[in-house]
């Protein structure tokens, strides 16, 4: 069964960076395209970022492109977004999970907070 953890949250002012972080354990990790996903209150679960399952490619969604960085290590078993030049609109639960018709169960999240 697979077990997702996301850490790394917390509240942070308009333009601060912060680093999330996702372990993976229980799965061919390496085997997988991984994404960050986001919800904001009210609103429909987003992917954010994806990256290939050898990290040589990722892509971006509009609204965080060139401020969002998704990176991983296979040998860690963990998938990385780092998070730069913030804004109040990036406030939600962040989750990971592979991309994927058949997603994994989500993991718990971790929330991320901009405001000031």
């Known amino acids: 069964q697979v077990q997702l953890v996301e850490s790394g949250g917390g509240l942070v002012l308009p333009g601060g960076s912060l680093r999330l972080s996702c372990a993976v354990s229980g799965s061919t990790f390496s085997a997988n395209f991984m994404g960050w996903y986001r919800q904001a209150p009210g609103k429909e679960r987003e992917l954010v970022a994806s990256?290939?399952?050898?990290?040589?490619?990722?892509n971006y969604a509009d609204s965080v492109k060139g401020r969002f960085t998704i990176s991983r290590d296979n040998a860690k078993r963990t998938v990385y977004l780092q998070m730069n030049s913030l804004k109040p609109e990036d406030t939600a639960i962040y989750y990971c999970?592979?991309?994927?018709?058949?997603?994994?169960?989500w993991g718990q999240g971790t929330q991320v907070t901009v405001s000031s």
């Open positions: 990256i290939t399952s050898s990290g040589a490619s990722s």
């Open positions: 999970n592979r991309v994927a018709t058949t997603k994994w169960d």
